[in-house]
């Protein structure tokens, strides 16, 4: 399988649990529609484009049916909390210019590898002609925490076999799930299990998450998948990768 791998890095990066209030924390792994979301801006997308309907080419097909996403950690340098204040009124309680603090966690100097995969040969030429000369500023967290591409290249995948060693990288299931083992490698950390939406609808310019799935988030010891899974292997980084 060809794909298109890119090398990415900020400064500063959040990805916002989606129920915290007060603290904000944050993910170390961008997740699928972060992905998608990078690549609809490095096109030049709205977000009805990427998620409803995108007349290019002879299709009408939105992006998020035209390409698949997946991304490893490469490395985070840091972890940093940023403390703010925001001023809101609460009519029905009488209140109003009540402030409340907000803690929010960002990652310092994260780096990511992130592939994209099209049956699409010239959309996949134009993702990669536009990653490096992007339309619109990118981004994977909030709109001011830009990012940059340091290398874009075509890559070669090959099908990955059991054992699958998987590290470092965001996973379209629960991982508990499935015949997997940890190895005594890696950071003692365990991986953490979300449910988190595969797109959205976007109605009236407002985003509602569709297509709720679960992905785990392996950021910590490295894990052995003991049974078949789609899984491809990368001989430039000698790393396994699952689209999501």
Request: charged share 30%.
């Amino acid at each position: 399988m060809e794909a298109i791998k890119a090398k990415v890095r900020g400064a500063f990066v959040s990805f916002k649990w989606q129920r915290d209030q007060r603290y904000h924390r944050t993910y170390e792994l961008p997740p699928k529609t972060s992905l998608l979301g990078l690549v609809g801006a490095a096109l030049g997308l709205e977000e009805e484009e990427v998620y409803l309907r995108w007349e290019w080419g002879n299709s009408h097909l939105p992006l998020a049916d035209r390409v698949k996403v997946a991304v490893l950690l490469d490395n985070i340098k840091g972890k940093v909390k940023d403390t703010w204040t925001t001023i809101k009124d609460v009519p029905e309680h009488k209140k109003f210019g009540e402030r409340a603090p907000i803690v929010r966690e960002q990652l310092f100097q994260p780096s990511y590898i992130i592939y994209i995969q099209s049956e699409d040969s010239t959309l996949s030429e134009q993702v990669k002609n536009r990653l490096e000369s992007p339309r619109f500023p990118l981004s994977l967290g909030r709109d001011d925490e830009l990012i940059r591409s340091e290398s874009v290249i075509p890559v070669q995948l090959k099908k990955a076999e059991p054992p699958i060693l998987l590290y470092g990288i965001l996973l379209p299931f629960d991982i508990s799930k499935l015949k997997w083992k940890p190895t005594l490698e890696g950071i003692l950390k365990p991986h953490l299990v979300q449910k988190l939406p595969h797109r959205f609808e976007i109605v009236d310019k407002t985003r509602n998450p569709r297509e709720i799935g679960e992905f785990t988030f392996l950021t910590g010891y490295k894990v052995s998948i003991e049974e078949p899974v789609e899984a491809y292997h990368d001989p430039t980084e000698n790393r396994n990768v699952i689209f999501l």
